[in-house]
């Protein structure tokens, strides 16, 4: 199981490295750069001719403010693309909010929430899941734990205020 992660800055790495650690924690190969569609956009087209050719199953791509990145990336792929839009800007996260999820038709980005990465990492499982049936196991006894963790937080508020 391979997948891809790029940022377009390292200033963005705070808020990605909660999907990187998720994607490891269920044994995916995890390949990470920081290639701004703006700043370096020959060696982002460089390593998208190797993620079309390695193996990778998924991309997640994470980026603020005018955040190009990910329509940049979808355009050389025809890979599933996770856009994580981040704050930091003065608009908070809605203009790269509104820059990932506006794709034109044919070119898509599955735009998680601003600074959603730990949802986009459990998009991409669910996507490699299809192919592989370990993983799919481990995520629906994952979700069985957190049904059962949820029942109990409710009954703990249910036994509180009885
Ligand atoms: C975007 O611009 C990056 O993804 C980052 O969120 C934002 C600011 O980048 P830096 O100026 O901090 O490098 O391209």
Redesign the pocket.
Known sequence: MKAAII??????LS?VEPAIEILKNYGVKVNVRCL????AHAGLSEFMKEVNEDGTEVVIT????????PGVVASQTVLPVIGVP?S??VLDGMD?LMSIVQMPSGIPVATVAINGSKNAAYLALQIMANKHEELKKALLEDRKAMETSAMKANEEVQARFS
């Open positions: 940022m377009g800055s390292t200033s963005d808020k701004s569609a703006h700043r994470a980026a603020g403010m005018a955040a190009a990145l981040l930091g800007s790269a």
